[in-house]
């Protein structure tokens, strides 16, 4: 230390001695010297561009976090299986006995045709769309937790959202792929090793997760009046289903009817699938610009002939019962130039893409379904009145008379052929429907000639087993 | 007790600057003083062995500053006592030192320098070098070679005239852009840019194009350096291994190329006018199908397809309107018509240069015009206006030079490429215009491609780069210069879609349609270089020392709008009258840098020369801790042919081995890729604005480094009449940045880290060059360069599991493409087969493209000839490349399909039996048995597209001086006169379906300067 303090007092008279007669060079290495000196850390370090935001930033603002699960809502509403141009409407309407496609994307070829090939793009976007969700989803719940920028009641409600939404898109990943992965945390290191969930696992995570949801969305004011975001009501909505596929029937019954009474049927059928309908319970806000309208009536209603994409099935036309109302101003047909063919298409949504109103939003969750989940759930306990009285309901709003089915059998096979009328093309009922009661086999295999057993769950994308192996074995079939 | 980081370095810094100053003083107390004898002024001409006078040359007196410059009719004045001894030099002239012995007149002849290295001095951006003592690897290519090629961006001047150096153009549209490549691709990530510097401000070289407004015109790529005159241009170098373009530290990897643009010189007033024309047309058309031959394989796909019947129903005829509604009779060249046209650059540009031997200037302003080959009107203008001042105090201590130059360019294209329509219309599409010369919709039943001339893209470029450089010589051995920069480029474009250009059948309205698409970007940055140079000359030792340091930073702001619905088509220009705007993206980027650089130079006997650059960086482009790096490089010579083992009179007058090894960087990786981050997205969700989830943080993300090393050898023979330059390297870039692909359950496709792998690019380059005659009334000289390049990927852990598992493979270079092996038509079924490598017996799954091709060059180069007779020049250049490329089966491998094919398809399989090329004929109905996309996707799609091209001939006539002082020169060029090749594509130079291939060109000019 001595040494180098000497070579520094001696350097600096030297230099000083030295300088003297160069004042320009003085200058100069002053410049020098006190760019060396200074160092350049501090230069570059960038703050964040504007159109960027650090997470930490994200949530120390209530505006911010808003934000980012209006992201979730877009996204689900534009892509993936919830809604959109590829959700399980139209896909699953084709892979069941629903839709008849006339497209020509292979992808949806392969579906339609029931040769789904492990690499198939439509199911690798579903799969991709839906965990990118999921992070979104994991990285609010991780991000309110820890941040002191919000209040309680703030927390709550975004934690809530965040958690039902992870819940919602694993029932549907579970309905499609069978054992999934159920993601919870946004640790790239964990989420790229992850291994499968065993379904019922995976279930009762769902469960879980709804029920957390449920106590975090107590008592929150709605953030609008159109039930475009998902509150307590549509927390019971997905709990009520959620145990009725799994077969637990007495709190299935209890969660539907804790929905019925405040979301009553419409009586007109016109109306149900108007935005402000009264049985909507959870419905997608429709772009403000374009399409005003839904994706859905986008899809589904055929333009022009030739130029159909999907149309409905004769055998699900045939299957409408004489006096179904439901036939009538649910389903529309179109004709050729000349008359010779005739399609028909789900006119459930009527405002198509001409219409520059907005008339109609996404529905998710309205309370017919309710009311056949309390119907099935009342069976199943050997609830003949209750159940007859719930099918009844959805049967004469459709203009139909009282069920005629009285046994315990009979009245479940009746539900069930009603949900199909109800139902038809909203996200797939029908094919999860098939697959729970272990139907698929013995319906789709006399519909589709390329039917196999295994084709109740779809395989696991191909380059997502490449990535990681750990999602090994893929699905039987495949 | 400890001692603080800062204390140490300034220790450091003490000792430096002690080791730099010590010798400073030694000589201010040796200078003695002298008395200098009375100054007389003399005068006299400079001129060349043929009388001819010499402007320009460098009249300095021994010994001191005192200097002038010929003025151009070859005249000179300079003051110097009568004792002193007078040097005249300029480049390509043998200097001379000519005694004054007390004259007052001193007319000198200067004997033109057949040594061809002469003194010819090189930019190697902080500091410049001779050839004869350079250490590291520099290409250069001048303004005389330049100035001889009728082209508008300085990359295309340099195509097939450097070895190590691989230019393609990406589209023969004006304003577009060219891919570089130097030294082949050293990163998986991508980016092969090198760095650009114009008069030592680094020139951002990515275009700020939005795909949204000109993806399907120019490809998205704007090239920036467009906006460079290349008749501004008085040098370009090419900076290519460890021992050049280590000092460059983090950007230096890809290469380096610097620009020096032209400067006044001392003498009268001189007015340099240049005036040329230049006409251009495609130089190769593909052989499509005619009207009959495509409506028979048309008809035979659907038929094949199992809907013959349909065909005949009437009521489908909406279906396939090309065979049943459209005039079966009709025929149309539409490679004529869309792409056949003649396009034409008028090019006129004036400057003005002159000073004296203190003050000297160059202005220069030019404009061109340029059109296209398409119909209608559109044309790239370009205007540019260039300054360039030089002064130096009277004692020659304090110069500066100040360089501005400003460029505003305006592009006005369809918003399509018609390429791709010519190459696939149907040959009996209806016409363009009805009888009422409107557009014809023929009933709504097609495209019409020429109403896209109703659509506008329109994209105007301001560029401002100017620079100052400031030195000051404290003492005759030491000097401070600083070089300041400042660049600041605007792109404004815009792309209009109105509704009358689509298909009224459509029912697309103004309201429901018409939409305008801008793309306002900037790209501004500033330098500071202050740097110290320290020379000195002992007996035999050359000492030369440079440290400096830069600060550099760069905002960009982009920001890309859509305005829908407007009123009328009248108003589509005008974002003000959309009734909804939509925002795509409003970016910023800001991106800082700081280095430290050095170089030591020792040149021993100016025999044994060694050269230690180094440099350390430090980027805002990585996380905290990872934001500094430090790289350098060491380069050997040795001047052999100055033992003594080669006398004076051996045939080999110059030898030199060279060798060099060091490190560089990238950092061209984009700004904020280490951090978590929620993007604008631009949507909302029920008004409120959506925030979307764009990154994982991850702090492990750093430099990708690049490791040259080289070895060279360097012989001149007969006076230097023969000069052979071989050099051999081999780059190593590890620590690559790459996403690495993660599972989706992620939450993203992948995370950009370095990864550990390996990538070789080994090759061995050839420059020659001989002055083959040399006479009085004859010159004839050659050059050759050739480059054989060699890439492969070394190392990649975890390749099998990552995103490029089906594109790279280990061994082999990254420029391969896997592919199906194609194993031709089945005779029996008329299907393509292939090779089924997994034996799952299906044909779909990555492991059955297991064919290899490599699409990068086996070698490529250029030979050019120049000869000159009297007041007659010729240059020619030819290029070469011997490489694979695809073919036009790669973009249709099925006949039938609606959309004309090259001919080649019609020789198509068409009964159980038929051994035949092509698959049988599918309208790609479903249910239709086509494999062509496979066919189209395996290693009949690639085939050889090797050519040898007369890229640029050239013919100067220099007119007979009418009197003295006025020059005049007419010239006649060509570009891409003549092509040798077996490819059948488009272009073997940018084998693609979409763009327009690059023209040939013809240009007629005339110089005159007096």
């Known amino acids: 230390m001595k040494h180098s303090e000497y070579i520094n007092t001696l350097d600096v008279a030297l230099l000083r001695s030295l300088l003297k007669p160069y004042p320009t060079l003085k200058k100069s290495c002053l410049l020098i010297s006190a760019i060396l000196v200074m160092g350049c850390a501090d230069f570059v370090e960038v703050q964040p561009p504007k159109n960027t935001l650090v997470s930490e930033t994200v949530f120390n603002d209530a505006a911010t976090v808003e934000s980012a699960l209006a992201n979730l809502y877009y996204d689900m509403r534009e892509q993936g299986m919830v809604s959109g141009a590829f959700g399980l409407t139209t896909a699953m309407g084709i892979y069941s006995d629903e839709l008849d496609y006339y497209g020509f994307s292979a992808d949806y070829v392969q579906l339609f045709q029931h040769n789904v090939l492990p690499g198939n793009g439509a199911v690798l976007e579903w799969w991709r769309q839906a965990y990118h969700l999921i992070y979104g989803a994991n990285d609010i719940i991780k991000g309110v937790d820890g941040t002191d920028g919000l209040t309680t009641v703030e927390k709550n409600s975004f934690k809530g959202q965040a958690l039902f939404i992870r819940a919602y898109l694993h029932s549907l990943l579970v309905s499609v792929f069978g054992d999934v992965p159920y993601v919870e945390t946004t640790d790239y290191l964990k989420t790229n090793t992850v291994v499968r969930t065993d379904v019922d696992e995976v279930n009762d995570l769902i469960i879980a997760d709804l029920e957390a949801a449920l106590v975090l969305l107590e008592g929150t004011a709605p953030v609008s009046d159109e039930r475009i975001y998902p509150d307590q009501n549509v927390v019971k909505a997905l709990l009520a289903r959620m145990h009725l596929y799994i077969g637990y029937w007495e709190e299935a019954a209890a969660m539907a009817t804790e929905l019925i009474d405040d979301f009553p049927l419409e009586s007109d059928l016109n109306q149900v699938f108007l935005k402000g309908s009264q049985e909507t319970i959870w419905q997608l806000k429709a772009d403000n610009e374009s399409p005003k309208n839904t994706r859905e009536a986008e899809q589904l209603i055929i333009q022009s002939v030739p130029g159909q994409t999907y149309a409905l099935t004769n055998d699900l036309l045939n299957a409408f019962e004489a006096d179904d109302l439901r036939r009538d101003q649910w389903v529309n047909g179109i004709s050729d130039m000349d008359n010779t063919v005739t399609y028909y298409y789900a006119h459930k949504y009527k405002a198509g893409i001409n219409e520059n109103e907005a008339l109609e939003y996404s529905i998710l969750f309205r309370s017919a379904e309710q009311m056949l989940i309390r119907a099935e759930a009342r069976i199943r306990l050997g609830d003949i009145v209750g159940a007859q009285s719930d099918l009844n309901a959805i049967r004469n709003r459709a203009g139909l008379a009282n069920t005629m089915a009285s046994t315990q059998n009979e009245i479940l096979d009746a539900i069930i052929n009603e949900r199909r009328f109800e139902l038809f093309t909203e996200q797939g009922h029908r094919w999860f429907d098939l697959k729970r009661l272990g139907k698929a086999d013995e319906i789709l295999g006399q519909f589709k000639p390329n039917w196999k057993a295994t084709d109740v769950r779809l395989p696991i994308p191909e380059s997502e087993l490449d990535t990681n192996p750990n999602l090994l074995p893929q699905n039987p079939g495949y | ?1010």
Not at chain 2, 11 to 26: C, E, G, N
Not at chain 2, 95 to 123: A, C, F, K, M, Y
Not at chain 2, 150 to 164: D, E, H, I, Y
């Open chain 2, 1 to 1010: 007790m400890k001692k603080s980081p800062i204390y140490s370095s300034r220790t450091k810094l003490f000792l430096f600057l002690y080791i730099l100053l010590i010798p400073l003083l030694h000589q201010k107390l040796v200078a003695g003083v002298t008395f200098d004898p009375p100054q007389t002024t003399i005068t006299g001409t400079v001129t060349d062995m043929d009388g001819l006078p010499l402007g320009g040359v460098n009249v300095v007196l021994e010994s001191t500053n005192q200097g002038a410059i010929s003025d151009m009719d070859g005249t000179y004045r300079i003051e110097a006592g009568p004792n002193g001894t007078l040097v005249f030099s300029i480049v390509g002239f043998k200097s001379l030192n000519v005694p004054i012995e007390g004259r007052n007149v001193i007319d000198v002849q200067l004997e033109e320098d057949v040594t061809q290295l002469g003194e010819v001095v090189l930019n190697a951006g902080y500091y410049t070098v001779s050839e004869k003592e350079r250490t590291g690897n520099i290409s250069t290519i001048k303004a005389d070679i330049i100035e001889k090629q009728p082209v508008a961006n300085p990359l295309a001047a340099m195509q097939g005239q450097l070895s190590g150096v691989n230019i393609a153009q990406t589209t023969g549209l004006p304003g577009g852009g060219f891919n570089i490549e130097v030294r082949g691709r050293n990163f998986i990530n991508g980016a092969t840019d090198p760095l650009f510097i114009v008069d030592g401000v680094p020139f951002g070289s990515q275009s700020l194009g939005a795909s949204r407004v000109s993806g399907q015109i120019i490809g998205g790529s704007i090239s920036p350096l467009n906006a460079i005159n290349p008749n501004d241009i008085e040098s370009i170098e090419v900076l290519k291994d460890a021992d050049a373009t280590a000092i460059y530290g983090s950007r230096g990897a890809n290469g380096v190329v610097l620009i020096t643009t032209k400067k006044g010189r001392a003498g009268k007033t001189r007015f340099d006018a240049h005036l040329s024309t230049t006409l251009g047309k495609v130089s190769r058309f593909l052989d499509l199908m005619d009207t009959e031959q495509y409506l028979e394989v048309r008809r035979e796909g659907i038929t094949n397809d199992g809907y013959g019947d349909l065909l005949e129903d009437p009521g489908f005829d909406f279906f396939w309107p090309d065979v049943k509604l459209w005039d079966n009779n009709r025929y149309t060249d539409w490679q004529k018509e869309l792409i056949g046209g003649t396009s034409y650059r008028n090019n006129a540009q004036l400057s003005v240069s002159g000073g004296n031997d203190l003050t000297q200037f160059l202005i220069s302003g030019s404009y061109q015009k340029e059109t296209t080959v398409f119909p209608g009107d559109s044309n790239y203008q370009k205007a540019n206006l260039r300054s360039n001042i030089n002064h130096q105090s009277e004692n020659a201590r304090f110069k500066i030079n100040l360089s501005i130059g400003y460029t505003n360019e305006n592009n006005k294209m369809p918003t399509v490429d018609f390429t791709s329509k010519a190459y696939s219309l149907e040959p009996n599409a209806p016409r363009i215009y009805d009888d009422e010369g409107n557009i014809n919709w023929e009933n709504n039943t097609w495209d019409n491609p020429l109403a896209s001339l109703e659509e506008t893209y329109k994209s105007t470029s301001n560029t401002l780069i100017s620079n100052a450089l400031v030195s000051y010589e404290v003492t005759s051995n030491l000097e401070f210069r600083s070089n300041m920069g400042f660049t600041d480029y605007r792109l404004d474009s815009y792309r209009a879609m109105p509704s009358s250009a689509r298909n009224p059948g459509l029912g697309v309205t103004p309201q429901n349609y018409s939409h305008l698409i801008t793309n306002a970007s900037q790209r501004v940055s500033w330098i500071v270089e202050p740097q110290l140079n320290w020379r000195k000359d002992w007996n035999g030792v050359a000492l030369d020392l440079l440290v400096g340091t830069t600060f550099q930073e760069e905002t960009m702001e982009q920001l890309v709008q859509r305005g829908l619905g407007f009123p009328n088509n009248g108003l589509l220009e005008n974002l003000a009258a959309a009734e909804n705007l939509q925002v795509f993206s409003d970016t910023d980027g800001k991106y800082k840098y700081n280095a430290l650089f050095g170089r030591i130079n020792v040149n021993l006997l100016n025999r044994y020369i060694l050269n230690l650059t180094g440099r350390r960086d430090g980027s805002s482009r990585f996380g905290p801790g990872k934001q500094f790096g430090n790289f350098g490089a060491v380069g050997l010579a040795w001047i052999f042919s100055k033992e003594r083992l080669f006398s004076e009179g051996s045939l080999l007058s110059f030898g030199k081995l060279r060798a060099s090894y060091g490190s560089t960087g990238s950092d061209n990786i984009g700004d904020y890729r280490f951090l978590d981050t929620y993007q604008v997205s631009g949507n909302n969700y029920n008004g409120v604005t959506v925030l979307e989830p764009t990154g994982i943080y991850n702090p492990r993300f750093s430099w990708e480094e690049n490791n040259k090393l080289e070895a060279a050898l360097e012989l001149g023979f007969f006076k230097d009449r023969l000069l052979v330059n071989t050099s051999w390297y081999r780059n190593r870039s590890s620590n690559q940045l790459v996403g690495i692909p993660l599972a989706a359950t992620t939450g993203f496709a992948e995370l950009t880290g370095n990864f550990d792998a390996v990538v070789e690019n080994t090759g061995l380059e050839v420059d020659l060059r001989t002055v083959n005659i040399q006479s009085k009334g004859f010159n004839w000289s050659t050059t050759l360069n050739l480059t054989v390049p060699k890439s492969k990927l070394v190392a990649f852990d975890g390749l099998k599991n990552s995103t490029f598992a089906n594109r790279y493979s280990i061994g082999q270079p990254l420029t391969i493409v896997k592919l199906y092996h194609a194993l031709g038509v089945d005779p029996e079924t008329g299907a393509y087969t292939f090779e089924d490598y997994n034996g799952d017996g299906d044909i779909n799954r990555a492991e059955d493209r297991q064919w290899i091709e490599d699409l990068a060059p086996k070698f490529y180069g250029g030979f050019g000839n120049s000869l000159s007779l009297g007041n007659l020049t010729m240059d020619v250049l030819f290029q070469f490349k011997k490489q694979k490329a695809y073919n036009t089966l790669r973009f249709d491998a099925t006949p039938g399909y609606k959309g004309n094919t090259p001919a080649e398809l019609y020789n198509r399989w068409e009964e159980p039996g038929d051994v035949k090329p092509i698959q049988r004929a599918s309208g790609g109905l479903a249910g239709g048995e086509d494999l062509g996309s496979l066919q189209e996707d395996s290693n009949a799609s690639i085939s050889d597209a090797s050519f040898v091209r007369l890229r640029n001939i050239s013919l100067t006539y220099k007119v007979p001086s009418m009197r003295p002082g006025l020059d005049m020169k007419v010239y006649l060029q060509g570009q891409n006169l003549w092509t040798l090749t077996n490819y059948e594509g488009p272009d073997p130079e940018q084998p693609s379906s979409t763009r327009l291939p690059p023209l040939r060109q013809i240009t007629l000019g005339v110089q005159i300067s007096f």
